[in-house]
């Protein structure tokens, strides 16, 4: 019974079916060729030495990026102190002052800072808090990577106090809570999971930023000295080791890459757990 | 004024079954509402209450005596204003934006707009439609208005009082540490009720407190209002004519935002003296 019409649409909605359906099986096996290749190769190169040691002189192999390691950590330390209050009270005034207006200017403009290309904020603190001392710094690689964090911050925070039912609001008010103590003392708490998950992910994502730290934070082959020296980085390591011409980097880039990703992830799963157990609430 | 006096004329004058829904609409000279003559000690006195959503007014002119340590209760069909009147008992509405509030309104003789809206909303509690308590534990909810006004005794005596004031102690007094949400929607409303009572207020504002539940809960809030009469005036919004009847001792019918009709709930019920009064109660329209 089937007309040419009607066998037509079949094999059109088969058709269409099998390339949406090749495209997300294509995303998938992206991220674990990738996710692969990196254990693969990095697993391999992985030794206890990477975590304990400094990177040998130019010509020895062997050695590790413990610099490195304790540098990506302190740097996003910085990026948290310097960019998560910023990035949470501008989130608060969206979702529970903001006027028309300005709220409109506000949130433009974070879209836009999140879409600004990251070494376009790596020169900014360059200008920012390298040139006038001139040297290098952890501090001037904090500035960069805590601006990258702000934007992210403060759409997710607004996101999830939105999602804060009015009526615990009120009810608040109505025991003759000012609005600051109604959003400090149940708003912001009823929040927490999810601003704590926004805050996770955004330091996630700029762990593995490098571009902004060339020229911020710059790279150290030795333990940097308190906060006004340039310190060493995962992202910076695995830039400098990959384009070098010995193998023995390469296995350690690679190494690197894998100790990032393992960061990522568990910072990503960490999130991930933290909102799951929020909701249960 | 001659035309509405004459349109009120027409109204009361009219047989019963020809009055028709545009004549129930239309606005009332105040001077015709009769205000119960009530011996009792007023707790709010509300004069010429004029309320404006925007450039809408919501409602008109209304003066409203609510006597202490009695239940009123509020009827109306929905969007009559009910609401917004009881919101502006403890000026919640101001927290609405854009809107306006015109005339006086008396708490113990002191004008409400010229008290600290924190102290006011200390001594008017307010108790709303759905079950809102916070994400805390059931101690902590109760607590949270004591905190908040910088309460110093012992909190665990005030908190075992106001649930066993708001009938929910030996239902929840092994589980205080419990998240408030893994309550039924009864309990979480007597919940809300215990912590309005535990800063003592000496007015519960009520607003539909038993619109999302099942009877059997609803006779216990309502046994539970009977109870607290000793020491509490509220005033209730219903939509459900049986329950004004049942907990109410004073009952104001509201239309279109203008009070239509008040006296003793059990006056309103079997000789209410307004023609719409009859009709709303009846079950003619609304």
């Given at each position: 019974m089937s007309s040419p019409r009607i066998l037509w649409r079949k094999s059109l909605n088969f058709v269409m079916l099998t390339l949406t359906g090749v495209a997300a099986f294509a995303v998938v096996s992206v991220l674990f060729l990738i996710l692969g290749y990196l254990i693969w190769n990095g697993g391999t190169s992985l030794s206890w030495n990477f975590f304990t040691q400094l990177p040998k002189p130019v010509g020895e192999t062997g050695g590790g990026m413990a610099n490195a390691i304790v540098g990506s950590l302190k740097l996003l330390f910085l990026a948290a102190v310097m960019g998560l209050p910023v990035g949470l009270l501008a989130g608060v005034y969206l979702a529970e002052f903001g006027g028309k207006t300005f709220s409109f200017i506000v949130r433009y403009t974070t879209d836009l800072l999140n879409g600004v290309p990251s070494i376009v904020i790596g020169i900014f603190a360059y200008s920012l808090a390298v040139l006038p001392v001139k040297h290098f710094s952890a501090l001037a690689g904090g500035v960069a990577l805590g601006i990258m964090v702000i934007p992210i911050t403060v759409r997710s925070t607004e996101e999830f106090l939105r999602a804060v039912p009015g009526n615990m609001r009120e009810a608040a008010m109505a025991l003759g809570a000012s609005k600051w103590k109604t959003i400090a003392t149940v708003v912001l708490p009823a929040a927490s999971g999810g601003i704590l998950t926004g805050m996770l992910l955004a330091l996630a994502r700029v762990a593995g930023e490098t571009a902004p730290l060339l020229f911020t934070a710059f790279g150290n082959r030795f333990w940097s000295q308190g906060w006004g020296q340039p310190i060493a980085s995962l992202p910076v390591m695995i830039y400098t080791y990959a384009v070098a011409p010995y193998d023995d980097w390469h296995r350690q880039a690679w190494a690197a890459g894998l100790v990032l990703l393992a960061l990522v992830l568990l910072s990503n799963l960490g999130a991930r757990f933290i909102l799951a157990r929020s909701k249960a609430v | 004024m001659e035309t509405a006096a004459t349109k009120e004329k027409i109204v009361s004058g009219a047989p019963q079954p020809a009055l028709s829904v545009k004549a129930f609409r239309d606005p009332v000279p105040m001077e015709k509402i009769t205000s119960p003559t009530i011996e009792h000690k007023q707790r709010l006195t509300i004069s010429n209450l004029n309320f404006y959503y925007g450039p809408k007014q919501a409602v008109f002119k209304l003066n409203l005596k609510i006597p202490t340590n009695r239940v009123t209760a509020l009827i109306g069909p929905s969007g009559c204003g009910k609401s917004t009147f009881l919101r502006t008992l403890n000026r919640m509405n101001e927290t609405i934006r854009n809107t306006r509030v015109e005339g006086e309104v008396l708490l113990d003789g002191q004008d409400i707009h010229s008290l600290d809206v924190v102290g006011l909303r200390r001594r008017v509690g307010m108790v709303f439609q759905?079950?809102?308590?916070?994400?805390?534990?059931?101690?902590?909810?109760?607590?949270?208005?004591?905190?908040?006004?910088?309460?110093?005794?012992?909190?665990?005596?005030?908190?075992?009082?106001?649930?066993?004031?708001?009938?929910?102690?030996?239902?929840?007094?092994?589980?205080?540490?419990?998240?408030?949400?893994?309550?039924?929607?009864?309990?979480?409303?007597?919940?809300?009720?215990?912590?309005?009572?535990?800063?003592?207020?000496?007015?519960?504002?009520?607003?539909?407190?038993?619109?999302?539940?099942?009877?059997?809960?609803?006779?216990?809030?309502?046994?539970?209002?009977?109870?607290?009469?000793?020491?509490?005036?509220?005033?209730?919004?219903?939509?459900?004519?049986?329950q004004a009847a049942r907990a109410s001792d004073f009952t104001a019918f509201m239309l279109d935002g203008h009070l239509i009709e008040h006296s003793e709930t059990s006056k309103l019920f079997t000789t209410p003296t307004d023609p719409r009064t009859e009709a709303y109660i009846t079950g003619r329209f609304g």
């Open positions: - | 759905r079950p809102n308590p916070f994400p805390k534990s059931i101690y902590d909810n109760v607590a949270y208005g004591l905190r908040i006004n910088g309460y110093k005794g012992r909190l665990d005596d005030l908190v075992e009082h106001s649930l066993r004031r708001a009938a929910l102690w030996d239902e929840v007094k092994d589980y205080l540490k419990k998240s408030a949400f893994a309550l039924s929607g009864g309990q979480q409303q007597r919940l809300c009720i215990a912590r309005a009572l535990a800063v003592d207020p000496e007015v519960l504002l009520l607003d539909e407190p038993c619109s999302a539940l099942d009877p059997v809960t609803t006779a216990k809030i309502e046994e539970l209002m009977f109870q607290l009469k000793d020491s509490c005036t509220m005033a209730i919004v219903t939509h459900n004519m049986q």
